[in-house]
């Protein structure tokens, strides 16, 4: 709108874009389940497939939820098992990232990629899509490979929002750039906080990108602006620990947390799948939105 806004203290918190568009033919080729309107027409192709080659891919190495493309083949997989129909299809994960999660780890990346081989999901790391043909179904890699699908899912590739990307803000990553411990960007009394921001971690990956990291990094910086507003240090500092549930369909899930700062890897635990895990993300998701609104 051209409006120009002024503060005393400022906090970015504009999230991630998706950018469907940015890999030619994917648009029209699949399903992006990372909306909603994607979520429910997948929904509706999965009830329609009966046999065939179910593929999920990632569209980029960094995205929202780290886990959630190995849930959509997991739910994929408890889907068609329940209709027992699992036989009658193959369901296949290409990911641009060279191993599941590997950001949390090396001893989470093989736990995942273990729960994809239990349930017969073949895994494919190192995959860049550089293009689809959706009339073909078929899909492009930046390796010289390519992958025919009767069904498509995928997450696409996030970029910052446009007016983020056309500030001062932006950094050489597209991102905005903050210190890691108080979310404060090069600007004085300006912060970031969420999957708007980059930071860089030692094993050579940014810190994912996640609501359980969102909301420690805003908690660290209103408790920070609200010592500095009343004359006092801001002492907060965000640590970099956090957790994840990953969904493994039949009412079970896994759960990953630890230190995500540690160095020279993240120090992640990561605890097989069970009923209790579920049920514990279940309680969270309540007991958050209700404490919350």
Not at 35 to 64: C, E, F, H, M, N
Not at 122 to 134: F, L, N
Not at 166 to 182: N, Q, Y
Request: charged share 20%; with cysteine; aromatic share 8%.
């Amino acid at each position: 709108s051209g409006a120009i806004l002024d503060a005393d203290y400022l906090v970015v918190s504009l999230g991630a874009e998706l950018a469907a568009e940015a890999v030619p033919g994917l648009r029209a080729a699949g399903h992006n389940f990372y909306t909603l309107a994607g979520a429910a027409g997948l929904r509706a192709a999965l009830g329609s497939l009966q046999r065939g080659r179910i593929v999920v891919l990632t569209a980029a190495p960094a995205y929202k939820c780290p886990a959630a493309p190995y849930e959509a083949a997991l739910l994929i997989d408890a889907f068609y098992r329940k209709r027992g129909l699992r036989d009658a299809v193959a369901i296949e994960v290409f990911a641009a990232e060279p191993g599941p999660m590997a950001v949390a780890g090396p001893e989470t990346s093989a736990a995942v990629k273990q729960l994809l081989e239990a349930k017969g999901i073949a895994y494919h790391p190192e995959h860049q899509v550089t293009s689809v043909d959706a009339a073909a179904r078929r899909i492009v890699f930046a390796n010289g490979a390519n992958a025919e699908f009767d069904l498509l899912a995928y997450v696409p590739p996030h970029r910052a929002p446009r007016v983020v990307r056309e500030s001062a803000l932006v950094g050489e990553t597209g991102w905005i750039a903050v210190d890691r411990h108080t979310l404060e960007t090069r600007f004085p009394q300006v912060f970031a906080i969420g999957d708007v921001v980059s930071i860089p971690l030692q094993l050579g990956k940014p810190l994912p990108k996640a609501g359980v990291f969102a909301h420690g990094e805003a908690e660290v910086v209103a408790k920070n602006i609200t010592s500095l507003i009343l004359g006092r240090d801001a002492s907060e500092r965000f640590d970099g620990h956090g957790a994840c549930f990953i969904e493994n369909g039949n009412g079970q899930a896994g759960y990953g947390g630890g230190d995500f700062y540690a160095e020279p890897k993240p120090i992640v635990k990561f605890r097989a799948p069970s009923w209790r895990w579920h049920l514990a993300k279940v309680l969270l998701e309540k007991s958050w939105l209700h404490l919350k609104a």
